[in-house]
């Protein structure tokens, strides 16, 4: 999973000469901290060539609210902002050109580590991961390559749709990584405690890079995952998903929690601790439920109840799986699976409950099975389904 690198065509490197857009363009991109080493350079060698702030600034036209992000950003990054204010602008131009020049101070130190200028990041269609500095990484689940921190150094090797961090390295404060999975993808993590994590579509998992000597584990997770819990007794393993709160030391379980659906654990192997964190549950004593178990998070109560845990776990390898399911509850599994979305005009299709397993289906193929079953007819505009009635077929399936 190759973190993708975009490059912008760069200035001609056969002069440093620049014209007003070029130089007002690189000025802009390194207050954004968006430049490159060759940028760097360019920026060094057209401020050397000005005696005169005021020459820079009517030259450029620059406004005074960019003249303070310019300083600002340098203040930021070499923090000598109160040894500096003594002397006068041209000294601190002096002191900037040196500063982006010759690499003196953590600015030019971590902006030499970047090569790449960022694309805008869809987080509806793409794997993205949110950094320890929160810049956004698109993830190439095509490729292969490592993950780097704002310090230049390695936490992680991709490949394909699994990430994986690097092990073994405890942490005196945590920094947290998120990464989002969109519809119709799905992706692997093993964190650096050395858990296995299978993200399903539609899904977002915040984790640290490395855990801390003292103290629980703890990530937070919003829609679908399968964890395989790496144990460790002196510290235990939690996730928060929508109200719900689990607790192992090591085990394998599953974890649903997508907005306005059923929040469930399903415990695989090993043993989970339960809570309800709602407000109408948070009174109550965490459940302990077994493998084979189903704990739900009901209206001020967790419901434990045996299952099938195959029914559960058909989505890691891209299955989808109804048992006596209602079509309402099916849609959004759909909807994830395939990047879609559906607009159901029939009402009476929603209580309908089906069984039956998809994998390699197309949405067709998977629309005309539905069809065939129950009798409807639909139609597909880009990305979007409508269903709705043929004849009086849906009727006598009431």
């Known amino acids: 999973m190759l973190l993708r690198r975009y ?3 760069p200035i001609n490197k056969e002069s440093f000469c620049m ?10 991109k390194y207050v954004n901290n ?8 360019l920026l060094n060698n057209f401020l050397d060539s000005f005696q005169d702030r005021n020459e820079l600034w009517s030259d450029l036209d620059f406004n005074e609210e960019l003249q303070k992000k310019i300083w600002s950003k340098i203040q930021l990054r070499t923090n000598i902002g ?18 982006i020049g010759i690499g003196i101070g953590i600015f030019v130190w971590a902006e030499l580590k970047k090569t790449e200028r960022p694309e805008p990041v869809s987080w509806d269609n793409e794997v993205v991961l949110k950094m320890g500095d929160n810049s956004l990484k698109k993830v190439n689940t095509s490729g292969k390559g490592v993950l780097v921190n704002t310090e230049g150094k390695v936490i992680a090797s991709q490949e394909g749709d699994l990430i994986v961090y690097e092990q073994g390295s405890m942490a005196e404060t945590l920094v947290y990584n998120e990464v989002h999975v969109p519809r119709g993808e799905t992706i692997r993590l093993v964190l650096s405690d050395g858990t296995s994590v299978h993200l399903n579509s539609g899904t977002s998992l915040r984790f640290p890079i490395n855990f801390t000597r003292e103290g629980e584990r703890k990530v937070f997770l919003k829609g679908e995952a399968y964890f395989e819990v790496a144990k460790n007794a002196a510290h235990p393993f939690s996730v928060t998903a929508g109200d719900m709160g689990i607790r192992v030391l090591g085990t394998h379980f599953n974890v649903s929690s997508y907005k306005y659906s059923e929040e469930y654990v399903v415990l695989v192997e090993g043993s989970v601790e339960v809570q309800d964190y709602s407000a109408n549950g948070s ?8 493998p084979g178990e189903k704990a739900s998070l009901l209206s001020g109560s ?5 299952v099938d845990v195959e029914d559960y776990l058909g989505w890691r390898d891209g299955s989808l799986i109804f048992n006596n399911e209602t079509f309402a509850d099916i849609i959004p599994k759909i909807e994830r699976r395939y990047n879609v979305n559906i607009e159901n005009n029939l ?5 309908v409950r089906f069984n039956g397993k998809f994998k390699e289906e197309s949405i067709v193929d998977l629309l005309d099975t539905f069809k065939e079953s129950v009798g409807f007819d639909y139609q597909i505009i880009e990305d979007k389904i409508i269903i709705k009635t043929n004849d009086k077929s849906m009727e006598n399936n009431k």
């Open 7 to 9: 490059f912008f065509k």
């Open 19 to 28: 014209n007003k857009k070029q130089a007002r363009d690189l000025f802009n």
């Open 34 to 41: 968006e430049c490159t080493p060759k940028e760097i350079e």
């Open 82 to 99: 109160k040894r500096t204010k003594k002397y006068p602008f041209m000294s601190l131009l002096r002191y900037a050109a040196i500063f």
């Open 283 to 290: 009174g109550n004593a965490p459940k302990t439920i077994k």
């Open 302 to 306: 967790i419901d434990v109840k045996d």
């Open 347 to 351: 009402s009476s299709l929603e209580t």
